[in-house]
């Protein structure tokens, strides 16, 4: 059997989140092989480790919710303070074999009109919305948030997970035990913003006519200091260009650039941040930086110097990177590949128990959405 328990107070370690009882009432049933506690992610901080070792193991690996980058998202950025983590928890915590084998990063609940769902965070910096599983204890995970029997606040109210692969591990292993768990898996696909990737020869003849210009090399840095430089080298050829202008580059706002600094550094000692430039005759004309590590990694910033955007020098240092890892395929937002065919179908993944809603159901449900209105989730502790 499962339980779920949502903890008051802060935890201990935590840098001043604080987990929730926000109508997550804790069940007084059996204690059983998993528990779920609900905390702020901004309060997850004394369990990095645990967490680490979870994304290392998770059914789909996923940097987005690294706590690399969540934990310096939560620090630097607006959006990311109040976001709930349901942690999942296997073993006893007294017995020193607790692990965690799950942790789902959702809106925090709260007012009296919020949807039935809990739904999955989601955040434009956010290109992929896979939450952390372990691969052994995937559907177990899922079970044991929606399980009806073991919290009121859940019972049919269900799960929506956004922008995950619709052809990834997560949704085929779900689809694969919704009869046995009595659970219901339907996905809806998000149509990608992104315009068509230039085919491969088309970039080819860009990089030969670049290459009349002056030598080309693909320099990727190996060290923290050599990714801190090429990190500031991008951040600068952003700024001088048509965001700059726009008033968006991430130099211009205080928050994000301190957010990418902290976020490119914590992913890096993880190997989980990939950071290239493209030098012309030892010059940097382009750059980019891609997180996750493994068959698939996400274009997060590039950029290029204006000098030379008539031959795209970004689409042939994206092209370069490929031919230097061709087992390795770089991601757009929205799915596309950079280079070659191996696009990833994103969509939104809804999860529900297959329980009728009885009349005590929703008086439970309204009652507890009352108890929601009348107060705000603790904010977490003071960001840059």
């Not at 630097?76 to 349901?86: G, K, N, S």
């Not at 292993?173 to 315009?195: I, K």
């Not at 000098?307 to 689409?315: D, E, G, M, N």
Request: proline share 5%.
């Amino acid at each position: 059997m499962n339980q779920i328990m949502a903890l008051k107070g802060a935890p201990s370690g935590s840098a001043g989140g604080a987990a929730l009882d926000v109508g997550y009432a804790p069940t007084q049933q059996s204690t059983g092989a998993i528990t779920i506690e609900v905390r702020t992610l901004a309060g997850c901080t004394d369990i990095a480790d645990a967490w680490s070792q979870l994304a290392a193991h998770a059914l789909e690996p996923n940097p987005f919710f690294e706590p690399g980058f969540a934990l310096a998202a939560v620090q630097h950025l607006v959006a990311f303070r109040d976001v709930v983590a349901i942690l999942a928890w296997q073993g006893g915590a007294r017995d020193g074999q607790r692990r965690l084998v799950g942790l789902i990063p959702c809106f925090p609940r709260q007012g009296l009109f919020v949807p039935d769902a809990l739904i999955g965070f989601s955040d434009r910096r956010i290109f992929n919305g896979a939450p952390l599983l372990d691969r052994q204890q995937a559907q177990a995970v899922i079970a044991a948030v929606l399980d009806p029997s073991r919290q009121r606040l859940i019972e049919g109210r269900g799960l929506v997970l956004r922008h995950v692969d619709l052809a990834g591990l997560l949704v085929s292993s779900l689809r694969q035990e919704t009869q046995r768990d009595g659970l219901t898996v339907s996905v809806r696909p998000v149509l990608s913003a992104m315009g068509a990737v230039a085919p491969a020869d088309s970039v080819e003849t860009l990089r030969e006519a670049l290459a009349l210009k002056g030598e080309l090399t693909l320099v990727e840095s190996r060290t923290q200091s050599g990714l801190r430089d090429a990190v500031e080298i991008i951040l600068a050829m952003e700024a001088s260009g048509p965001r700059a202008q726009a008033g968006a580059a991430t130099l211009q706002d205080t928050r994000e650039v301190g957010f990418l600094r902290a976020m490119t550094r914590g992913l890096s000692r993880v190997r989980q941040c990939r950071v290239a430039l493209l030098m012309l005759d030892g010059q940097p004309i382009a750059g980019a930086i891609v997180l996750g590590r493994g068959p698939r990694g996400w274009l997060y910033l590039g950029a290029q110097e204006q000098a030379h955007a008539a031959l795209a020098p970004k689409r042939i240092l994206l092209a370069m990177m490929r031919r230097a890892a061709p087992s390795r395929t770089i991601l757009l937002p929205g799915g596309l590949a950079a280079s070659g065919t191996d696009a990833v179908s994103l969509g939104d993944l809804h999860l529900s128990h297959g329980t009728a809603r009885k009349p005590r159901d929703l008086a439970g449900r309204a009652r507890a959405a009352l108890r929601r209105s009348l107060f705000r989730l603790p904010r977490a502790g003071a960001a840059g």
